[in-house]
């Protein structure tokens, strides 16, 4: 089995269902449906390879995601990929390390605006040997486009629910009335931050791959 990136990703679809009784006329009800796809990345390319899905909200992002890649695991292997990149809604340390420890597989994932780590982040981000980085700006409609700047931080140890050394990227963006921070985590030691920086972009041009699919 080749080295492979891996991409998850969960989103909400409905479909409408039509019904009727006797002596009542059809109703129409929307029918709502939670997904969760796994994909391979190679060459630019995204290629689905597992999915799941849920009535409702039967199930949240998370636990939709665990039995997804215990089926990837007992179809291709124990570490049918080297990396796999998921949006907040599959953060859990301890499911991290265990993905890491067990299967080899190291996660890539951004930060809840609410989480200590990313408070601690800020906090060591206006140490005076921290050097920030120029990046290109993220695509905004409509809207102001900031100016965007990268620290990255290694050896990360503040985040209680996983106890190894973590590898860290913080985006500051700075607008005409004010900064706003956000934060990128890895298991992968070795990953620079302009490569946590650039896979988390790849997350939006996946979210549209991914709810065109679910469609």
């Known amino acids: 089995w080749p080295s492979w990136m891996a991409s998850m990703s969960s989103s909400d679809a409905a479909n409408s269902a039509s019904s009727s009784r006797p002596g009542n006329d059809e109703t129409t009800e929307d029918v709502h449906y939670k997904f969760c796809i796994l994909a391979l990345q190679a060459e630019g390319e995204i290629f689905p390879l597992l999915w799941n899905y849920c009535l409702g909200q039967e199930k949240n992002d998370l636990t939709l995601g665990k ?63 921290v050097q920030w980085l120029k990046a290109d700006p993220p695509r905004l409609h409509n809207h102001e486009i900031p100016e965007r700047h990268l620290a990255g931080f290694s050896d990360l140890t503040t985040w209680d629910s996983y106890a190894a050394p973590l590898n ?6 700075t607008y005409s009335d004010g900064v706003v921070y956000q934060g990128i985590v890895s298991t992968d030691r070795t990953l620079s931050c302009q490569k946590l920086h650039s896979l988390k972009r790849q997350r939006w041009e996946e979210e549209e791959g991914f709810m065109t699919l679910s469609r």
Request: hydrophobic share 45%; with cysteine.
């Open 168 to 173: 860290a990227c913080l985006v500051r963006d």
């Open 67 to 129: 039995a997804l890649l215990e089926k990837a695991f007992r179809l291709f292997g124990d570490s049918p990929f080297d990396h796999l990149l998921v949006d907040r809604g599959f953060l859990d340390g301890a499911w991290m390390a265990y993905l890491k420890q067990d299967h080899k597989v190291d996660t890539i994932i951004a930060l809840k605006e609410n989480m200590q780590i990313l408070e601690d982040l800020i906090g060591l981000s206006r140490g005076e040997d």
